[in-house]
């Protein structure tokens, strides 16, 4: 079984930084595209940013010049450096990875549980 299992969500002050964590655990063979999402409560599930396989990053509009994603493939991680934080940014952020399990066949979509991120203003 594989699992997404995210980490380093809390609350900040507007202007501070948080670091979030997402680790890949279960019989993996190759991971894809990994992404990060964010929801808020009544309203849709966002994308945030992504980074494929060759380590080529996207942001959305809202998070360029402020957040950063990487990923370690050896430790099956990827991450979300947050920095310059907005009230706005306030949300549950998830991770996302496109990825092949070892006794699959075809890439499959796996998302882990969550973690909140809370911005004061």
């Known amino acids: 079984q594989v699992q997404l299992v995210e980490s380093g969500g809390g609350t900040v002050q507007a202007g501070g930084s948080l670091r979030l964590s997402c680790a890949a655990s279960?019989?993996?063979?190759?991971?894809?595209?990994m992404r990060w999402y964010r929801q808020i409560p009544g309203k849709q599930r966002e994308w945030v940013a992504l980074?494929?396989?060759?380590?080529?990053?996207n942001y959305a509009d809202s998070v360029k010049g402020r957040f950063t994603i990487s990923r370690d493939d050896a430790k099956n991680m990827v991450y979300l450096q947050m920095n310059m934080l907005k009230p706005e940014d306030t949300a549950v952020y998830y991770c996302?990875?496109?990825?092949?399990?070892?006794?699959?066949?075809?890439?499959?979509?796996?998302w882990g549980q969550g973690t909140q991120v809370t911005v004061s203003s």
């Open positions: 279960g019989s993996i063979s190759t991971i894809n595209v």
């Open positions: 980074i494929s396989s060759d380590g080529t990053p």
């Open positions: 996302h990875a496109n990825l092949r399990p070892l006794r699959g066949t075809w890439y499959e979509d796996y």
